[in-house]
């Protein structure tokens, strides 16, 4: 549990980074406007929904260290309530590309997911290091 913390503010870092460019984007490419304002909208609702599976992740488990046996989820509506959110603003009120807000909504996902693998990787050569006797 103590790596979700730090994988969050990698991730957060990195969609950060991703909306920095969209918003250069955004203001050097004023024809494309429509297609940076629903990548800035999708990668935020990504980045809350980052958020909000950690926060379940996180208590769910702690009531499992608890021994609690409460039924719990990992709140997939109310995730997949940010996307539907997301891109009714970007179409309705904002008029952005609904394409480019779909694309948005897997920043975060995609990030932790590169990550996960490269963590993965740097775990698995640190272990067959340590095998053979190289780190000691």
């Known amino acids: 549990m103590d790596d979700l913390s ?19 984007g955004w203001a050097l490419l004023p024809e494309y406007k429509p ?61 952005f590309s609904l394409y480019g807000t779909v694309a948005g909504l897997f920043v975060a996902q995609l990030a932790t997911l590169i990550l996960g693998f490269i963590a993965k990787r740097n775990s698995a050569v640190r272990h067959s290091t340590d095998e053979r006797g190289e780190n000691n």
């Open 6 to 24: 730090g994988h969050l503010r990698t991730v957060m870092r990195i969609t950060f980074f991703f909306l920095s460019v969209c918003f250069i």
């Open 35 to 95: 297609l940076f304002g629903g990548l800035i909208l999708g990668a935020v609702a990504s980045l809350a929904n980052a958020f909000h599976l950690s926060w379940k992740v996180r208590q769910v488990g702690a009531y499992a260290a608890a021994g609690v046996k409460k039924r719990n989820n990992l709140g997939f509506l109310t995730r997949a309530c940010i996307g539907l959110l997301a891109a009714v603003l970007a179409e309705r009120y904002f008029s």
